[in-house]
């Protein structure tokens, strides 16, 4: 009888700890649940592709909640929804130039400048040729940019675009007027733009 008694009692005591313990961080187990969901969507969900005569032009938008993952890990997800939270109206938007024939697009042919110019142009100037247009008609110049050199090994060139002071929950459509391969005026709305949640 003692030995029943103590299997219930033991069994009690190892169903209240157990809920406890699932009881003690419920914001974490929510935090991972939304982490892992929105992996398996697809980080870059929101990419948009236009081809003017022999080069590509994709346009992706990047959560930052990805960044910040890369650069904090999953070990405190409370300390990145914070950050989070006091960045959220920042943008960063990746744009990807290929070339069909997958030629470097720095030779002279494509950009009509030498090569070390055009370099120069897409890792210093090109930030002005981008700019930001909220639903509300506001328009946001592109505060940065950061351009991934990858020294001929892929046959493509890929810049990081940032804006900031956009809300989150506001479509955009990213304005590029093209100075480097002179190939005009190009929109990438991005649509259904809904706050992505970590």
Known sequence: MKATSLVVAFGILSLFAVSCRKAEDPVKDDLEFRYYNLEKMGWKSRAYTQKVDDIGFTATEVPIQYYLLKDQGMQDLKTVDSIYEKNKTERVIEVTFAQQDEKDLMDKAFTGME????????SFGIDRDFYVVTAQHDT??????NYERLYKIAPFQRVLLFFSGIDPNQEIQLIY?????????????FNNNKEILL
């Open 177 to 189: 007027e093209d100075h480097l391969f002179r190939k005009g005026t190009l929109k990438f709305k």
């Open 115 to 122: 090569y070390e110019d055009a370099l120069k142009y897409i």
């Open 140 to 145: 946001i110049p592109c505060q940065g940019v």
